[in-house]
């Protein structure tokens, strides 16, 4: 897995957005989806298809980030100097 290299700063913007996602947008999503079911027939429920496409777009914004933070390695910012270019392996 390819190592992530951020700030503490970027670790937990990055974690803030995740909760979010899990917390709030996941439910709503899966109440659009249950309010488009109730609606009836399936095949031509326009309101389902874009529930259904919005669920697939934020799960897989989901497993994103959080293969993004479980390889995160955190760099102290104020420990890098501006003068000089590092490259890490």
Do not use: F, W
């Not at 109440?31 to 777009?57: F, H, P, T, V």
């Not at 897989?60 to 959080?66: E, P």
């Amino acid at each position: 897995m390819k190592t992530t290299y951020m700030t503490e700063e970027g670790y937990r913007k990055l974690k803030e957005e995740l909760t979010h996602l899990e917390s709030v947008k996941r439910p709503e999503i899966s109440r659009q989806i249950g309010e488009a079911r109730d609606k009836g027939d399936l095949s031509e429920n326009a309101e389902y298809d874009a529930a259904k496409e919005a669920q697939g777009m934020l799960e897989a914004k989901i497993s994103q980030l959080k293969g993004v933070l479980a390889s995160a390695r955190l760099i102290d910012s104020t420990a890098i100097g501006i003068e000089t270019v590092k490259i890490m392996n």
